[in-house]
């Protein structure tokens, strides 16, 4: 596609359910990173895939969080035993391969837990 | 861990004025890239520095990167309502490809 998609675009929940979130990157683009933004903050790193792989997971908050690329192109974000604390925009970006590259976002999933 | 501040948070200006927001980080950079969000937007990347005292110029945008490669900025010369929205500043340390963000600096223009 033209550039980095991600459904839903608003979802909202209630607390202790299970949500999934998607993320498909720009064709071709072997890098993909996840992040979560509240209001008034910059984004903040979740996790890093490089091809299938997570490269870097360190930013995910605890292991109620999990991220997925199976193929090595769309991307899916869990989050089991969501908390209100969990409220934010996931974003998702991509790049063409990671070092030192520019990443375009998509435009997010605004999740909200009741 | 590896911090990245920036300041003003905020910053309100006439149309036609001049704007610079600053970026500091605790450790070295290998990079800077800076972002711009406009509200109810995402982050669209603007530019990328990677020498050390680098500068780059995009119309009325100039980018610099510090000696140490700790600091940065951005300034723009007189301002349109079209710069309004949030800029962002982020950076990986050595060996890393996360980006570490700044929690930005918001601009708003006066007409």
């Known amino acids: 596609g033209a550039g980095v998609s991600q459904t839903p675009s608003n979802k909202v929940t209630e607390k202790g359910k299970y949500v999934e979130l998607r993320c498909d990157p720009i064709?071709?683009?072997?890098?993909l990173y996840w992040y979560r933004q509240s209001l008034g903050q910059g984004p903040e790193f979740l996790i890093y895939f490089q091809g299938t792989g997570a490269a870097d997971d360190s930013g995910l908050p605890n292991d109620r969080f999990f991220a997925v690329r199976p193929e090595g192109s769309v991307s899916t974000l869990k989050i089991q035993r969501t908390e209100r604390g969990d409220s934010a925009v996931y974003l998702c970006a991509s790049s063409l391969t990671g070092e030192n590259q520019p990443q375009h976002f998509g435009d997010g999933t605004r999740l909200s837990i009741l | 861990g590896q911090q990245v501040m920036q300041i003003p948070q905020y910053q309100h200006v006439q149309e036609g004025e001049d704007f610079t927001t600053y970026c500091n980080s605790s450790?070295?950079?290998?990079?800077i890239q800076w972002y711009k969000q406009r509200p109810g937007g995402h982050p669209v990347f603007l530019i990328q520095?990677?020498?050390?005292?680098e500068v780059k110029k995009q119309k009325r945008l100039t980018f610099q990167f510090g000696e140490a490669k700790k600091n940065s900025s951005l300034h723009i010369t007189a301002t349109q309502t079209t710069d309004v929205g949030t800029y962002f500043c982020a950076g990986p340390w050595a060996g890393s490809y996360q980006l570490t963000f700044g929690k930005g600096t918001k601009l708003s223009v006066i007409p």
């Open positions: 450790t070295t950079l290998s990079n």
């Open positions: 064709s071709g683009h072997t890098a």
């Open positions: 520095l990677v020498k050390s005292g």
